[in-house]
């Protein structure tokens, strides 16, 4: 079986899916891992906390958040792994959407701008918009357009939303009138000790929504201990989200009175009755499909469960449909047949991935 190619780029380096990774926590210091291409897995080297990264429509370029270091934006050229600054640059522009964005004070202070959660949106005549979660001078989400026309994209800010206090900005999805979702992962401002009750399941944010006419407003039945990445179903009326200090996962409604809510515990964290949970589930596929290679230690069934939507499992171990492959076994993610989502949502793949194609990962260190 072929193997799909793999690049990698670690924050000190960037691994290279086309899944854009779950924005997570500041990396730790420490010494560099080594940057060194092995087997099928290349590296890019030069990266300062990659936090998350996000495929320019085309997928000739990547874009890549700076989370340490001087901040900024990055685009990686998939082609050569060279990396450009897209922002602050000699290239990019400011323009401010004041009809959209009209309580943003200006752009963000280059000087200060850490980059964290990114999100674009398709536009027409390859020109896109790009959210990104900004750190630094402000707690904001800034938003650009990103011209893929040029030889190297162009990136021109457009406007703000600027948080409140005390949220703390990790993860967005855009919106396509300008708006957008985003999680409070830690509340700034906080002691120590508030990051410890996060980390043992304490509920301490949740997910806002912004838009013109209404600001920023909370995403009900959203709350939980440190919300991390979130994805949005195709017609916009279920949010998947990471929780970083539960170790769950967990999809809710949007615009549904009361809302509606399902989550999953990890096996690790969750005790005895998530493990009977998940016995239960791997029985009852076995039972479905007749096929026990696919269900065991897995939660891929109630993957499948949440997002409703008719597979199998197959003989890889993956959830198989047409329109996704879910992979969440580390070991199965070399397969033809695994797509390597990052596991908040088997939705978010369009497609299944060709052997030739490209993964991008981001691994800051």
Not at 20 to 42: E, F, L
Not at 50 to 58: A, H
Request: proline fraction near 8%; include cysteine.
């Amino acid at each position: 079986m072929k193997l799909i190619p793999l690049v990698v780029m670690v924050s000190a380096a960037v691994w290279v899916s086309t899944s854009p990774a779950i924005a997570q926590p500041p990396p730790q210091p420490g010494p560099p891992p080594p940057c060194v291409d092995a087997a099928d897995v290349k590296f890019v080297c030069g990266q300062q906390g990659p936090e998350d990264l996000v495929i320019v429509p085309g997928g000739a370029w990547v874009v890549t958040g700076v989370f340490g270091g001087a901040g900024g934006i990055n685009l990686l050229r998939v082609s050569d792994r060279t990396t450009t600054k897209a922002y602050p640059s000699a290239s990019a522009k400011d323009r401010l959407d004041a009809k959209t964005y009209d309580k943003c004070p200006g752009p963000p202070d280059a000087s200060k701008f850490t980059t964290h959660g990114l999100s674009i949106l398709p536009g027409r005549r390859n020109v896109h918009r790009l959210f990104v979660v900004g750190h630094g001078g402000r707690e904001a989400i800034e938003v650009f357009e990103l011209d893929a026309r040029p030889q190297i994209p162009v990136l021109t800010w457009i406007g703000c939303a600027v948080a409140a206090d005390p949220i703390g900005l990790n993860s967005v999805r855009g919106l396509p009138d300008g708006g957008f979702i985003a999680s409070n992962f830690l509340p700034r401002g906080g002691a120590p000790a508030a990051t410890q009750r996060m980390m043992t399941g304490e509920k301490n944010g949740e997910l806002w929504e912004w838009h013109t006419a209404s600001g920023w407003q909370k995403v009900p039945g959203s709350e939980a201990a440190g919300a991390n990445g979130l994805e949005m179903s195709n017609d916009g009326k279920t949010l998947y989200v990471a929780a970083w200090g539960s170790q769950s996962f967990f999809r809710v409604s949007r615009g549904k009175t009361p809302p509606t809510r399902d989550e999953i515990l990890d096996r690790r964290q969750s005790g005895s009755q998530d493990a009977d949970r998940e016995g239960s589930a791997e029985a009852a596929c076995r039972k479905r499909f007749r096929r026990r290679d696919g269900c065991r230690r897995s939660r891929q069934l109630v993957l499948d469960r949440l997002v409703r939507r008719r597979s199998h499992c197959d003989s890889a171990g993956a959830i198989d449909t047409r329109h996704y492959v879910c992979c969440l076994n580390p070991s199965l993610r070399t397969s033809a047949k695994c797509s390597a989502c990052r596991p908040v949502a088997c939705e978010i793949c369009s497609r299944q991935l060709k052997p030739s194609d490209t993964m991008i990962v981001s691994a800051s260190a």
